[in-house]
C-alpha cells in the first residue's frame, strides 16, 4: 500500500463523511492518529489484512468522489486565486486584485 499523503488528508476531511462508520474510523485511525495496521486491527478486532483491504478500498473510494465531485480542485482553485489577490493587494494594484476577487466568487 503507497504511504500516507497530505491529498489523503485532504480526501478524508472534504469526503470522509460519505464512507461508512466503520470504514472511516480505521481511515482517521491511519491518517489522523498514525497508528500502524496492527495497531488498528487490535482495536478494532480485525485482522491486519482486513485493516489493509478497509484502508486501500476506502482510498479507492475518496478519489471517486474527488474525481466527480472535484471539491478539492476546487478549492485549490479559491485559494490559489485568494493568495493572488493578497499578492496584488501587497504590490497595490488594486485592478488585479479586484479582478481576481471577481473570479473567486464567481467560483463560489
Known amino acids: 500500500m503507497s504511504g500516507k499523503t497530505a491529498k489523503d488528508l485532504l480526501l478524508l476531511d472534504f469526503y470522509g463523511n460519505l464512507l ?20 488498528i486491527a487490535e482495536t478494532c478486532e480485525i485482522s491486519r489484512q482486513g485493516v ?41 494594484d488594486t485592478k488585479e486584485a479586484r479582478r481576481l476577487l471577481v473570479e473567486l466568487t464567481d467560483e463560489l
Open 52 to 92: 489493509h483491504d478497509t484502508i486501500k478500498r476506502g482510498k479507492a473510494q475518496l478519489e471517486e468522489y474527488e474525481n466527480r465531485l472535484g471539491l478539492i480542485e476546487m478549492f485549490d482553485k479559491q485559494k490559489d486565486l485568494a493568495r493572488r489577490a493578497i499578492e496584488e493587494l501587497d504590490r497595490q
Open 20 to 39: 461508512t462508520e466503520r470504514m472511516r474510523g480505521i481511515m482517521e485511525l491511519y491518517l489522523f492518529e498514525d497508528l500502524s495496521l496492527s495497531e
